[in-house]
């Protein structure tokens, strides 16, 4: 059974360039949420979507955006990229039940590096 | 205002015995806590949660502790081992909200 997967790993763009990072959410999850995880910190909420739509969203620009597809992949988009936005992004998919509370499982991340 | 604290950035503990490791948060509608480990380079791994209406739940080496009228969780890990080595975050959320994350703390198990 295939956990979460995010592509790339690792990347390094420039201030002012444009960023795309990939989520596959975990085979029967169907809701998938996007954190920041800057050095010495824990991961900060930044949007979740759940069927094809923007469910909840965190304290977070709108140069910040995201997508998800009809098999519920998903990805995040960075626009006029900062240097305060290197960091690890993780990817966070869950099974989105009608009533309580949803255990979210996270992929490996992708450690964007902005010069 | 964090509203999940964990006070203690690290822990040394030697193998064989408990791992205590401790979580404060202020807002008290939240209804659902979870741990999770994080080794470098891999993604932050579920390790075990609570809901509101329970005070313990245990999975195998791992039992959390909730004390709700303290707004204090614990997790403790018996025996530890050096594999347990890592950074342990506590989370919380009210009810379908996101999870909000303490800053984690690193936990070393010596052999």
């Known amino acids: 059974d295939a956990g979460v997967t995010q592509s790339p790993t690792h990347l390094i763009k420039t201030r002012g360039q444009q960023v795309t990072l990939r989520c596959s959410p975990k085979?029967?999850?169907?809701?998938v949420s996007w954190y920041q995880q800057a050095l010495g910190q824990g991961p900060q909420f930044i949007f979740q979507y759940y069927e094809e739509e923007e469910r909840q969203r965190g304290n977070f620009p709108d140069r910040f955006s995201g997508h998800q597809f009809p098999n519920y992949s998903s990805e995040l988009n960075v626009n006029a990229l900062l240097l305060g936005d290197s960091a690890l992004y993780l990817c966070a998919s869950s099974f989105s039940p009608t009533t309580g509370q949803e255990t979210q499982y996270f992929g490996p991340g992708t450690r964007l590096l902005v010069l | 205002d964090q509203q999940v604290k964990q006070n203690s950035p690290s822990l040394s503990v030697q193998e064989g015995r408990i791992s205590i490791l401790n979580c404060d948060y202020t807002n008290s509608m939240f209804d659902y806590f979870l741990w999770y480990k994080k080794y470098p380079a891999e993604g932050p791994t579920f390790l075990i949660s609570?809901?509101?209406?329970?005070d313990k739940n245990e999975d195998g080496r791992f039992t959390v502790f909730l004390n709700k009228s303290a707004k204090h969780l614990s997790l403790h890990i018996v025996p530890s081992q050096p594999g347990d080595s890592a950074v342990y975050f506590c989370?919380?959320?009210?009810?379908?909200?996101?999870?909000?994350f303490g800053k984690g703390t690193r936990l070393s198990v010596i052999a």
């Open positions: 989370a919380a959320s009210v009810g379908n909200t996101p999870l909000v």
């Open positions: 609570i809901s509101s209406i329970k």
């Open positions: 085979s029967g999850h169907d809701t």
